[in-house]
C-alpha cells in the first residue's frame, strides 16, 4: 500500500511563499496522477491542484491558478507544491493524494484513494 507523507508546512507572511513535499513509498508511484487538497476546520476539503501520472498535465483551482506551481519527480517518488504569493485566506491543512492507476486528472476527493497526514499552512496578514 502507498503511503504518503507530506512535509513544508509552516507559518508565513501574506505575500510570501512555501514548497510543500509529498514523499510516496511504492515502486508503482509513475503510475498514478497525483493531487493536493486543503482543508479548514469546519469546512470541505476542497481541491487544489493535480498533476497527471506523467506529469505532463496540469490542473488548478482558480482561487490557486498562477500563484501555485504542482511539479513531481518520478525518480524520487516525490510531488512538490510551490506556493507563491500566499494569502492569508490560503490557510488550511494541506493534504497529498493519491489518484487511480493510469487514471484521468480530476477534482473529485472520491477519485484519490490514498492520502497523507496533512501539514498545515498559515498565512499571516
Known amino acids: 500500500q502507498v503511503q504518503l507523507v507530506e512535509s513544508g508546512g509552516g507559518l508565513v507572511e501574506a505575500g510570501g511563499s512555501l514548497r510543500l513535499s509529498c514523499a510516496a513509498s511504492?515502486?508503482?508511484?509513475?503510475?498514478?496522477?497525483m493531487g493536493w487538497f486543503r482543508q479548514v476546520s469546519g469546512k470541505e476539503r476542497e481541491f487544489v491542484a493535480a498533476?497527471?501520472?506523467?506529469?505532463?498535465?496540469?490542473d488548478y483551482a482558480d482561487s490557486v491558478k498562477g500563484r501555485f506551481t504542482l511539479s513531481r519527480d518520478n525518480r524520487e517518488n516525490t510531488v512538490y507544491l510551490e506556493m507563491n504569493s500566499l494569502k492569508p485566506e490560503d490557510t488550511a491543512v494541506y493534504y497529498c493524494?493519491?489518484?487511480?492507476?493510469?487514471?484521468?486528472?480530476?477534482?473529485?476527493?472520491?477519485?484519490?484513494?490514498?492520502w497523507g497526514q496533512g501539514t498545515q499552512v498559515t498565512v499571516s496578514s
Open positions: 493524494a493519491k489518484g487511480r492507476l493510469f487514471g484521468a486528472l480530476t477534482r473529485a476527493t472520491s477519485d484519490f484513494g490514498s
Open positions: 511504492g515502486r508503482t508511484f509513475s503510475s498514478y496522477p
Open positions: 498533476i497527471s501520472w506523467r506529469g505532463a498535465a496540469t
